[in-house]
């Protein structure tokens, strides 16, 4: 059974950073497709970053050149970090893991990004 656990969201100032980990239930972040998602209220989820199985990685338009999508398989943990947040960046954020066809997600984990 695949777990994901979400972790390292919480309250910062605008221009702050974060950095959320994804706990997997296994040596599996190198092996399969993974990636970040957020939904905000009242709109739909959507991508933040991924990272593939070979490494490359994917960012949506509006976190380019802020966020960074990495990856230890050692400690089993997927990470997201997250530079000069601002409040449009307030959203549950959650991981993601593809096997095949079938995806795996975590519980997610809130950002808030306000003064």
């Known amino acids: 059974q695949v777990q994901l656990a979400e972790s390292g969201g919480g309250l910062v100032q605008p221009g702050g950073s974060l950095r959320l980990s994804c706990v997997t239930s296994?040596?599996?972040?190198?092996?399969?497709?993974m990636g970040w998602f957020r939904q905000a209220p009242g709109k739909q989820r959507e991508l933040v970053a991924t990272?593939?199985?070979?490494?490359?990685?994917t960012y949506g338009d509006s976190v380019k050149g802020r966020f960074t999508i990495s990856r230890d398989n050692g400690k089993n943990t997927l990470y997201l970090q997250m530079n000069s947040l601002s409040p449009e960046d307030t959203a549950v954020y959650f991981c993601r893991l593809t096997i095949g066809r079938t995806d795996y997600w975590g519980q997610g984990t809130q950002v808030i990004v306000s003064s």
């Open positions: 990272i593939g199985s070979g490494g490359t990685t």
């Open positions: 296994g040596s599996i972040v190198n092996i399969w497709p």
